[in-house]
T-cell receptor
């Protein structure tokens, strides 16, 4: 079964600290992996998209990594800000129909 | 929000009544999607459209129908709303299929069926 698992479910960090969110997937065939940020009450917004040949991609203070061999990805947030408080969703495009398979998200709270 | 407008943003309706949610885009993207988001689940695809009058079912299509008579509008209809359809509904658009193209999401419609 095609699945995307994220950990932790929730995370609280202090402003200015770094954090890393994890994503494991079992999706075949695999097309690409995406990280989205979803603020409360809003739709998801894309942070990065990586194909199997890319193992790192950055977007400002956000850096995503992909290990296609172990089917794992991580999202590293550097020097967190209060505005980083949101849910971060790992999404894999793939499967027989090429649809998006969504993880349940990690809820990040950044405290002052 | 990439030129996507969902309406209404909030709706409360009674069990058994029909409900239509609208998604309007100004990007001229070919593909449009309806998802639902529930606690404890990732977003799940309800229906999608790959062109005017061309639609197909997603993972959780039972109880929902869609129509796309113009490129810019994609309607989601609950023929007879049930409490299990209480959810937040997101419309998404992409230039091409999800496999290759980035998806852009609307702000969501919160639907409560009482």
């Amino acid at each position: 079964k095609n699945q995307v698992e994220q950990s932790p479910q929730s995370l609280i960090i202090l402003e200015g600290k770094n954090c890393t969110l994890q994503c494991n997937y079992t999706v075949s065939p695999f097309s690409n992996l995406r990280w989205y940020k979803q603020d409360t009450g809003r739709g998801p917004v894309s942070l990065t998209i990586m194909t199997f040949s890319e193992n790192t991609k950055s977007n400002g203070r956000y850096t995503a990594t992909l290990d296609a061999d172990t089917k794992q990805s991580s999202l590293h947030i550097t020097a967190s800000q209060l505005s980083d408080s949101a849910s971060y969703i790992c999404v894999v495009a793939g499967g027989s129909q090429g649809n998006l398979i969504f993880g349940k998200g990690t809820k990040l709270s950044v405290k002052p | 929000d990439a030129g996507i407008t969902q309406s209404p943003r909030h709706k409360v309706t009674e069990t058994g009544t029909p409900v239509t949610l609208r998604c309007h885009q100004t990007e001229n993207h070919r593909y449009m999607y309806w998802y639902r988001q529930d606690p404890g689940h990732g977003l799940r695809l309800i229906h999608y459209s790959y062109g005017v009058k061309d639609t197909d079912k997603g993972e959780v299509s039972d109880g929902y129908s869609v129509s796309r008579s113009k490129t810019e509008d994609f309607l989601l209809t609950l023929e007879s709303a049930t409490s299990s359809q209480t959810s937040v509904y997101f419309c998404a658009i992409s230039e091409g299929g999800h496999r290759e193209y980035e998806a852009f999401f609307g702000q969501g419609t919160r639907l409560t069926v009482v």
